[in-house]
């Protein structure tokens, strides 16, 4: 699990500014024959870059951005950035304005690569959007995108599932951090209740009002008497995550439940 070292940086890719939103354009075809250009709106996953004509190599799995309402937000590989998108109806574009996390990337290459990727969206001055993609173009760079797939939903009945995340703060400073004791804590959601183990605690039942594998919803109530001793915080932290949750989402071994705020706890799935 990776670490944060320091929640958020700010870090000003371009200034510029254009009169349109992100999403304005009105076609919800790509390539469609509606006249208007499709738009830039939704979830993408990065299939090439290349910088000055040479092919900049990927780091392993699918780096993901979503663009909505004017905001970009995004996988630089081991960090994550938000931050404005102004993609107009003539073809071009301005990314400004981004805030990135701070972790840790020990892997060889991977803070060269998110240099690189930052840069180039930092340089990218077009866009356009085909049946094959979406592409942000400048004058030394291209960077490729595909069109993601819509999300899954999972059922939750009768998983199980061991605490390892807890997500704090605002907007671009949101970010995921871990404690030492995490270690142990799991969570059963079965037969309508959610109920959470906690080592040297006992922990605690909730009951699962709603939690729908068609559309993600999630809902959990009830009086949870938990001992308050220091020992027994990460119990309380556990419990208002999953009581300030409207929703979940199930991403392979990942479980995250998502509040108003944003994401609230999450938990992996171990053999």
């Known amino acids: ?18 009169g349109d939103d992100a999403d304005t354009t009105t076609s919800d075809d790509p390539g469609g024959d509606s006249g208007t250009r499709p738009s830039v709106a939704g979830d993408w996953i990065l299939r090439s870059l290349a910088v000055d004509g040479a092919v900049v190599p990927l780091p392993d799995g699918d780096l993901e951005i979503t663009i909505e309402l004017g905001q970009i937000s995004g996988d630089l590989g081991c960090n994550s950035f938000f ?4 993609a107009a109806d003539d073809g ?31 340089s990218a001055t077009a866009w356009t959007v085909d049946p094959n993609g979406m592409t942000f173009s400048g004058d030394t760079v291209e960077i490729r995108y595909e069109q993601a797939p819509p999300p899954v939903h999972q059922p939750l009945e009768g998983t199980v599932w061991h605490f390892d995340t807890i997500y704090s703060g605002e907007g ?60 027994c915080e990460i119990a309380e932290i556990v419990a208002g995550g999953l009581l300030d949750s409207s929703g979940f989402m199930i991403d392979e071994n990942r479980l995250t439940f998502i509040g108003e705020a944003g994401e609230t706890v999450g938990f992996s799935a171990r053999p």
């Open 83 to 86: 931050g404005g998108i102004d």
């Open 1 to 18: 699990m990776r670490r944060i070292l320091a929640i958020a940086v700010l870090f000003v890719l371009v200034a510029a500014a254009c």
């Open 92 to 122: 071009t574009l301005t990314v400004g304005a981004l805030g990135q996390t701070e972790m840790a990337c020990l892997e060889d290459g991977r803070m060269d690569f998110e240099f690189a990727y930052g840069e180039a969206l930092s």
């Open 172 to 231: 671009v400073n949101r970010a995921a951090s871990s404690r030492g004791d995490m270690d142990g804590v799991t969570l059963v959601i079965a037969d309508g209740e959610a109920e959470v183990v906690v080592p040297e605690c006992g922990g605690f039942v909730a009951t699962v009002e709603h939690a729908d594998g068609g559309d993600g919803a999630f809902e959990a109530s009830g009086d949870i008497g938990l001992d308050t001793s220091p020992a």
